[in-house]
């Protein structure tokens, strides 16, 4: 089975904290992504990896920065928090675009104040 | 344009009862897939069933099955007798292998009563 973990359920920070949301997958993926999720707004993509110190930018990257030092591991950075990036972030991987399913972590529901 | 609608934002049905969650998505491309996701309270999103554009096949698992038309650009999902341990969000999705986007609709909150 895939397992995708995040490294917290819940997070509460302060606006203007840098914020660390981290993501391990066990399944040897190439594909790494994060999204956030906003009732009424559904799933929207912020970055994804293809590789190992790949990135590229979703839908809505501004206030955020990723890095993926090693293949099982992407981490979703927030600068500067602010209270409009309360939210839930989910992690997902995928094998490749052949396979294209992508699995997905519990979600971290963050709250900034 | 792409883009998935699932039109039923909130369905309430009781134990046994079947339901029909409605997917229709919006593609110009002729290669891609169709999923299909179930979001518990406890908010991970679980994978359930992929089909690819070439495949019009329907599909059963167990009390799940999922009927794909191409013709009216549909990809629905039926429970047969519900139970409650069904209640979550789901939410059908499209991917198109040209572009390499997974675009989500908006999600359907199915809610089992017993």
């Known amino acids: 089975d895939v397992k995708v973990t995040q490294s917290s359920r819940y997070l509460v920070k302060r606006t203007g904290e840098k914020v660390f949301l981290e993501c391990v997958q066990d399944?040897?993926?190439?594909?790494m992504f994060w999204y956030r999720q906003d009732p009424g707004l559904g799933l929207r993509l912020i970055y994804f990896?293809?590789?190992?110190?790949?990135?590229e930018k979703g839908d809505i990257p501004e206030g955020y920065s990723v890095s993926r030092e090693k293949k099982e591991r992407f981490s979703l950075i927030l600068e500067s928090a602010s209270t409009n990036q309360t939210s839930m972030y989910l992690c997902a991987s995928r094998q490749d675009r052949v396979r294209a399913e992508q699995y997905f972590g519990p979600g971290t529901r963050l709250t900034v104040t | 344009a792409q883009k998935v609608t699932q039109a039923q934002t909130e369905i309430s049905v009781v134990e046994k009862e079947d339901v029909t969650l409605d997917c229709v998505y919006e593609?110009?491309?002729?290669?891609?897939?169709l999923f299909w996701y179930k979001q518990p309270p406890s908010g991970e999103l679980v994978f359930l069933i992929r089909r690819n554009s070439f495949d019009e096949q329907n599909e059963i698992s167990g009390r799940y099955s999922w009927n794909f038309q191409k013709s009216t650009s549909s990809f629905n999902f039926t429970i047969t007798a519900s139970q409650v341990v069904d209640s979550a969000v789901y939410f059908c999705?499209?991917?198109?292998?040209?572009?390499?986007?997974?675009?989500f609709g908006t999600g359907t909150r199915l809610q089992v009563f017993p």
């Open positions: 999705a499209l991917f198109v292998y040209n572009t390499d986007k997974l675009i």
């Open positions: 990896s293809y590789d190992v110190k790949m990135k």
């Open positions: 593609t110009r491309d002729t290669t891609y897939y």
């Open positions: 399944m040897d993926h190439e594909n």
